[in-house]
């Protein structure tokens, strides 16, 4: 995002205004968070089809919801953020739930090619499932501030959380992952029954 | 094992944040590093991909127009407006509809069409949205919104090959604006202004990839919005005050002229346009399934945007 960006009007000015009926301000708003929330989402579904809805329903809802908003202390983007997850759950909550697991949070499909490429493509899917394994809040760090590569303020804000306690939850989220992912490597070297 | 471990992980987790955010990778030995390392990987092989272009361009005028469907109402003062006599008739229907376990069909009837056999509870909902609002202001943006729907339902119907349906959505909505026009007065020029721009984009963009037959009937919609565009914007243009209703200037103005409603053989006959009843209003999108709750909303000082975005 460029520096007019940064002189533009902040976001809380932009909220009143839609508010108000300016629908103009909420498209700025949706210009300016259409892509984080868009990555998000698709780093929870892998279908792009079913972020590019979600996403737009995000938005949709958080504009019906425009006249109950209120500031207390946490940025519109927090909120826009909480809107999406909400959303994906009612969108995993439509479906059968061992599709829900499945589909959740797995990586883009890698395109047939060299067997490096595969072998690459196949550390990924096991990397995505490795991850899929953690608890939540490890999940969503992980994915917020690495995946997305929001910077920790961020992260923190739409995680709700102090900077200091989402760097702790990060480092134990990445030694769990770890973990994790070592447990499957020494699963895959173990001889089967003989 | 670094002496950060040893001491319990004391500044492991600031120690990570700089290492993840340092440019230049530094050799990696320990557990720390194999966590950079991997937090490096993670970002590398499974950051998910930005959107399509294709979404980019196609994406904002959709939301523009399912934005459209609803409406931005401030909060209304209850008090006693529980009381009126409009929220009393509200609660009897409401209450007749659940006693008859009508409620699926009101929530089916949202995205109905002209044609199709639930349409008329969906004029109803609107009629009776019509009828329990609190001010004027309240019945202009409820006006405002079934013009958008009533665009919706034009733009429905375009590659559905129903021609006497899409005949009959044109008229309707040229209705809608004729409303939209007299209500103008009361939720400001500006915002009916608004409506009838996002209008005219719209119904230009379709007109590219409709049917030929479809033309005529849309070039009609098109001038409507566009004659009741350049009234809203003519210099000295404003409505005038009047007692009538949002509705019946139009209304009336075509009764003095002679001209027969869009729809409708007797435009005085009291039915309300195209014989339909329940003759305005609009349908709201119906959430589906069991919905997670909006968050209540909170708002602090903005984040820079390029601090958000990677």
Do not use: C
């Not at chain 2, 002229?257 to 009291?270: A, I, K, V």
């Amino acid at each position: 995002m460029s520096d007019r960006d940064l002189n533009n009007p902040p976001d809380s000015e932009l909220v009143v205004r839609a508010q108000q009926g300016d629908r103009a301000a909420f498209g700025e708003l949706y210009t300016r968070y259409l892509t984080p929330i868009y990555r998000y989402l698709r780093s929870r579904l892998s279908d792009p089809r079913d972020a590019e809805d979600l996403t737009e329903s995000a938005f949709l809802k958080a504009f019906q919801a425009l006249p109950r908003y209120r500031e207390r202390g946490w940025p519109f983007s927090a909120y826009l953020y909480q809107v999406a997850r909400n959303a994906l759950a009612d969108h995993f909550r439509r479906q059968r739930p061992e599709v829900d697991l499945d589909r959740a949070l797995s990586a883009p499909a890698p395109e047939p090619g060299p067997a490096e490429y595969m072998e690459q493509g196949e550390l990924m899917v096991e990397l995505a499932a490795a991850l899929r394994s953690l608890p939540d809040d490890y999940q969503e760090v992980i994915r917020l501030r690495l995946l997305l590569g929001l910077p920790t303020t961020t992260a923190a804000q739409w995680m709700r959380r102090s900077e200091g306690a989402t760097r702790v939850l990060l480092f134990r989220a990445l030694r769990a992952l770890r973990k994790r992912v070592n447990e499957q490597y020494d699963e895959e070297r173990e001889p089967g029954p003989a | 094992m670094s002496n950060m471990t040893k001491n319990g992980n004391q500044g492991l987790p600031e120690e990570l944040e700089r290492r993840l955010n340092a440019s230049d990778p530094q050799a990696a030995s320990g557990e720390l590093d194999a966590l950079v390392e991997l937090g490096r990987r993670l970002g590398k092989d499974l950051a998910p991909p930005g959107p399509s272009v294709a979404f980019l361009a196609a994406s904002p005028p959709r939301l523009l127009r399912r934005m459209g469907e609803e409406t931005v109402r401030p909060r209304s003062s209850f008090g006693m407006a529980f009381l009126r006599p409009a929220w009393t008739l509200a609660a009897a229907v409401l209450a007749m509809a659940f006693t008859l376990g009508s409620a699926g069909l009101v929530f089916a009837a949202g995205g109905a069409v002209p044609g199709d056999g639930l349409y008329g509870v969906k004029r109803g909902i609107e009629a009776l949205q019509l009828a329990v609002s609190l001010s004027p202001q309240g019945d202009a943006q409820l006006l405002s919104s079934f013009a958008d729907e009533r665009l919706a339902e034009v733009l429905a119907l375009l590659p559905a090959g129903r021609g006497a349906d899409f005949a009959t959505a044109v008229g309707e909505y040229e209705i809608a604006v004729a409303d939209l026009m007299d209500a103008a007065g009361a939720e400001t020029p500006q915002v009916a202004s608004d409506h009838l721009e996002n209008h005219i984009l719209m119904l230009e963009a379709a007109r590219g990839a409709a049917p030929e037959s479809a033309l005529p009937g849309l070039d009609r919609a098109l001038e409507n919005s566009r004659q009741g565009l350049e009234e809203l914007q003519a210099p000295g243009a404003g409505p005038s005050p009047t007692d009538l209703a949002p509705g019946q200037v139009k209304k009336l103005r075509r009764i003095e002229e002679g001209t027969p409603e869009p729809g409708s053989d007797d435009p005085g006959n009291g039915r309300g346009r195209s014989g339909n009843r329940g003759d305005r209003g609009r349908g709201r999108e119906k959430k589906h399934g069991t919905a997670t709750p909006t968050p209540t909303p909170t708002l602090t000082p903005t984040p820079t945007p390029t601090a958000l975005i990677p």
